[in-house]
């Protein structure tokens, strides 16, 4: 088991006032709130804090953590001194999630919980619900996938102790998934409490940046850059999708920009997807005198302007 | 041992999944009267007039679900965790537009 530095996590001075925790948390909390925050590992972030909290602003926490004192480094491997949690008065908390440190020094078996143990009436209640997100290309997206997650799943045991499990569970991704939805798996959530039901699992669906396709919706678009002479006087080019190289034809006289549509092309679904080409004409570099001799003669012969609809 | 390899399929929430009133509040873990709440307050939108009517989408789940653990971890009332949602889909979308771009 690793110590943590719960002064460290929150940013603050081991003197900080219960304000200035108070104020610290709010502030990280924000910061790293798995629905608000888009740095990477939020979640991880905003449970060590919320960890962190639980115990600093708790007067007699915050005093019997002290007292394991300061020599202590974060990620150092620690076990609680015997005479861990004497002398103090101690309250209950709920702390699904925590690390095992945690756990050692106030969770269900440490001096801290022992007060916890609900008596007399059998105690029933909901599982938690669990959230995750899964990355996944769009490769898989489009023709399905299996993926296996390891999930850290607080479990209850019979005795009310808090253990951290981690759990492999083998997840079917629905073909024609999007971004942004979510598959829920009933009953694989935390466990329920007494007669109470377990709680479900959310597993919500990202997709990785793909190298040349983006997605709105259902609809795969690529931007395909051409040549002018493939503009000009049309072409037939292979093009990749998600289902293969196609070969579409580009019209004489295309355009910048211009958009071609292969139907039902795009991701799966009811209906599917399209897939859409964006052309975006390339021009070769006039580096040599021959080359800028062409363009000379297409000024000459091709003369133009652009730029009539921005006032001449 | 050979140890079975289960795979779960769990149930895809897409756009063509519908709640009840009910099974909402059941799958949210939650009271049909806080689901009301929050239709009153404009953060869930169901289809249909009346409440027996209404019919909501897996994005109301989500969002139902988000508004709980803001108010629980940051100490949001609801029309902050409202306008919290709001802003953040308009994040999402501006995010998507720019990656885009």
Avoid at chain 1, 293 to 309: F, G
Avoid at chain 2, 9 to 24: A, C, K, N, Q
Wanted: proline letters at 6%; a neutral charge.
């Amino acid at each position: 088991m690793e110590y943590k530095d719960y002064y460290k996590i929150m940013g603050v001075a081991k003197s900080a006032t219960a304000d200035e925790i108070k104020r610290a948390y709010r502030k990280l909390a924000r910061k790293y709130h798995p629905d608000v925050s888009k740095e990477a590992n939020a979640e991880q972030k905003f449970k060590e804090v919320g960890e962190a909290y639980e115990v600093l602003k708790d007067p007699q926490k915050r005093a019997a953590y002290d007292r394991i004192g300061s020599h202590w480094q974060e990620g150092q491997s620690f076990t609680p001194p015997p005479d861990w949690g004497t002398g103090f008065e101690f309250s209950s908390t709920t702390n699904a999630g925590f690390s095992d440190f945690f756990e050692s020094l106030f969770g269900g078996h440490s001096p801290f919980g022992a007060r916890h143990q609900r008596q007399g009436q059998p105690f029933h209640a909901h599982g938690e619900d669990h959230y995750a997100k899964i990355l996944i290309d769009l490769e898989e997206a489009y023709s399905g996938a299996t993926r296996t997650i390891s999930l850290q799943i607080p479990e209850v045991g019979a005795d009310g102790q808090i253990v951290n499990k981690t759990r492999k569970l083998n997840i079917k991704i629905p073909k024609g998934i999007k971004s942004g939805q979510r598959i829920r798996l009933a009953g694989q959530g935390g466990a329920g409490y007494g007669s109470g039901k377990n709680g479900d699992l959310f597993i919500e669906i990202v997709f990785n940046k793909h190298p040349y396709f983006y997605v709105k919706n259902r609809d795969v678009y690529l931007e395909l850059p051409i040549t002018p002479w493939e503009a000009a006087l049309g072409a037939v080019i292979s093009v990749p999708t998600l289902s293969g190289k196609v070969d579409v034809k580009i019209p004489p006289n295309s355009q910048t920009k211009q958009k071609l549509r292969l139907k039902a092309r795009g991701l799966p679904g009811m209906p599917p997807g399209d897939h859409y080409i964006i052309l975006e004409i390339v021009t070769p570099p006039a580096k040599t005198s021959e080359a800028r001799a062409i363009y000379e003669k297409m000024a000459k012969i091709l003369p133009m302007n652009p730029r009539v609809e921005l006032g001449g | 041992m050979n140890k079975a390899l289960t795979i779960y399929s769990g149930t895809l929430l897409d756009e063509h999944i519908r709640f009840t009133l009910m099974e909402l509040s059941v799958l949210g873990k939650t009271s049909a009267e806080w689901v009301i709440e929050l239709v009153d307050e404009g953060v869930l939108e169901p289809e249909g007039e009346t409440a027996t009517d209404w019919r909501f989408d897996a994005r109301a789940l989500k969002r139902l679900q988000a508004v709980e653990r803001l108010q629980r971890d940051l100490g949001i009332n609801l029309p902050g965790a409202a306008l919290v949602l709001d802003l953040l889909e308009e994040v999402e979308a501006l995010r998507q537009q720019r990656s885009n771009a």
